[in-house]
């Protein structure tokens, strides 16, 4: 099969043969339709995950496709069938497992990081018949691919971690993937939006899909804007970027008995990019702490529903669609200023 690899970290990615990949009893084999490309694949490419040891390594976690092969202890799909996969594959066996909590899953399994990932034509995924969600007919590869890492992550942080609701005014630092996916799900449940970003660009993709504020925070320190714009801070706070200043930022903006959702990654091999959580803060106001990590194949019928029935319009924020071989330049250019919106690779 072409897959993109890359044989050590920050080395030039290429596009090469690899072996097709044969499934064990539990898994399955998706062929990949689309991919995502995702700022977590940049960390893997420059070595700020260290779960990756195997070399030349393809990354790529979130994709749709239809199931090439399947194992022969698998129940619940059969060749053919459209899905797609979270980016954290769970055992299916442990206590958080079997409480619809895989996303945290002690012995789970991410493609992309623990082994080969989706910049391929094809992916094999373990414990297929509890980590495999089917897509709906009406719904796209492109759209189910952009689905698994970031925008799934924010829906459950809003929707189901905090329930979001018209009364909250929620600020989201960073208009990436994980940011644009947090205004569109905030909004669709009529909360009041702020976003901040550095790029100009990206605030106004944010105002297109529904932002009610913009900040630029290279213009207008963010914690006072947004104290001017609330009165007392905002009732929710989420970090789409994953930083030490940002997270730092989210929780000096919140009201008290506010709630901070950590969604945006925090690399821990980037010593300066570690957070210090202002803890006299979080005691003073009552504030709510939270991590969200992606989210169970439990959780997605509410979301795919939310999709289907016009709620959420998650095509709004695909940008940009490449080749497989456009992908190792895309992938190197990540850190760089670029169009706003999700990059979606074609297979
Ligand atoms: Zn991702
Ligand atoms: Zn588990």
Redesign the pocket.
């Known amino acids: 099969m072409r897959a993109l690899v890359f044989d050590a970290p920050g080395l030039t990615p290429y596009i090469t043969e690899r072996p097709d990949p044969v499934p064990l009893p539990t898994s399955a084999v998706i062929k990949v339709e689309a991919t995502g490309l995702c700022r977590s694949d940049w960390h893997a490419w420059m070595g700020h995950d260290q779960d990756i040891s195997i070399f030349p390594h393809t990354p790529g976690h979130e994709f749709s496709g239809t199931i090439a092969a399947i194992g022969s202890e698998l129940t619940k799909f059969k060749v053919g069938d459209r899905v797609t996969v979270p980016f954290v594959s769970?055992?299916?066996?442990?206590?958080?497992?079997?409480s619809n909590n895989?996303q945290v899953?002690?012995?789970?399994w991410q493609p992309g990081f623990d082994g080969p990932g989706s910049f391929a034509e094809f992916v094999a995924i373990p414990h297929a018949d509890f980590n495999i969600v089917k897509i709906p007919d009406s719904m796209s590869y492109a759209v189910a691919a952009s689905l698994g890492c970031r925008f799934a992550t924010s829906y459950r942080g809003l929707v189901l971690v905090h329930e979001t609701q018209a009364t909250d005014t929620v600020a989201i630092f960073g208009c990436g993937g994980i940011g644009l996916a947090a205004i569109m799900i905030a909004k669709s449940r009529g909360a009041t939006v702020i976003a901040v970003d550095l790029s100009d660009n990206a605030l106004t993709f944010a105002l297109s899909i529904g932002a009610d504020h913009v900040i630029n925070a290279g213009d207008t320190n963010p914690v006072v804007a947004i104290r001017e714009l609330t009165g007392t801070g905002a009732s929710v706070t989420v970090d789409a970027l994953g930083s030490a200043i940002t997270s730092s930022q989210c929780i000096q903006s919140l009201r008290p008995r506010g709630h901070h959702l950590q969604i945006g990654l925090l690399p821990p091999v980037v010593i300066q990019e570690r957070a210090t959580v202002p803890m006299h803060t979080v005691i003073g106001r009552e504030l709510h702490i939270h991590g969200v990590h992606g989210m169970s194949a439990a959780d997605y019928p509410r979301m795919l529903a939310d999709i289907s029935n016009g709620l959420l319009h998650p095509e709004k924020l695909i940008a940009t669609t490449i080749s497989l071989e456009e992908a190792p330049a895309a992938l190197m250019a990540m850190d760089k200023e670029r169009a706003p919106g999700i990059t979606v690779i074609n297979l």
Do not use: D, E, I, Y
């Open positions: 769970g055992c299916g066996t442990c206590v958080q497992c079997l895989a899953c002690p012995n789970q």
